[in-house]
């Protein structure tokens, strides 16, 4: 486990009460609580929202590359689920829907992206899984690597769709068969 000062300590705790104040500020009714939080080791993921609990968890691995962006962005975007959560319900508010966000277009004030995801480099980090399955779809060709276990459902009849075109993703190396 990472060593982590209190300085950085301090600072992720005076983000989160940042936070919660522009989100108390857009949502007055609601009684947000400050969540309590702790590092986890997750792989490629920099943080977590658990909603019973009111608990955020932070990759500790992705502080020697991306402290900034973990404060920054990251806590805020796991706060924003809870809030979501929390003034919506767990049907509407969990997820990146648009009820999720409403809550992070509210934290723009404080330079924080509306993102689903990371693109953090992976430098440094625990327990990355290979991702040796190339899938593509229509937009642009983009490509999608996959791990062998989202390569073996896709095989036994699962669907996974682009999250830009909506269009099935298929395996690379069956379209070069086709052609």
């Given amino acids: ?12 705790e005076d983000k989160i009460l940042e936070t919660l104040l522009v989100l108390q500020k857009r949502y007055p009714s609601s009684n947000l609580d400050i969540p309590t939080w702790k590092w986890n080791p ?3 993921i920099a943080g977590r929202a658990h909603y ?5 968890e932070l990759n500790p691995d992705f502080i020697t590359n991306h402290l900034d962006e973990l404060i920054n ?3 805020p975007h796991e706060i924003a689920h809870l809030v979501s959560v929390k003034v919506y319900g767990l049907q509407l508010g969990r997820g990146h829907g648009r009820f999720w966000k409403s809550v992070m277009y509210a934290l723009s004030p404080l330079g924080v992206e509306v993102r689903r995801c990371h693109d953090y480099s992976l430098e ?14 229509k937009c642009n060709g983009r490509i999608f690597n996959l791990t062998a276990n989202i390569h073996n459902k896709i095989q036994r009849g699962q669907r996974r769709v ?4 909506k269009t099935l993703v298929i395996l690379k190396s069956s379209i070069q068969q086709a052609a």
Avoid: A, D, F
């Fill in 42 to 44: 997750m792989g490629r």
């Fill in 73 to 75: 962005q990251t806590l």
């Fill in 162 to 165: 682009c999250v830009h075109c």
């Fill in 124 to 137: 440094g980090v625990s327990k990355v899984r290979p991702r040796p399955y190339e899938y593509v779809c």
């Fill in 1 to 12: 486990m990472t060593t982590v000062s209190p300085e950085i300590i301090k600072r992720i």
């Fill in 52 to 56: 019973i609990g009111n608990l955020v």
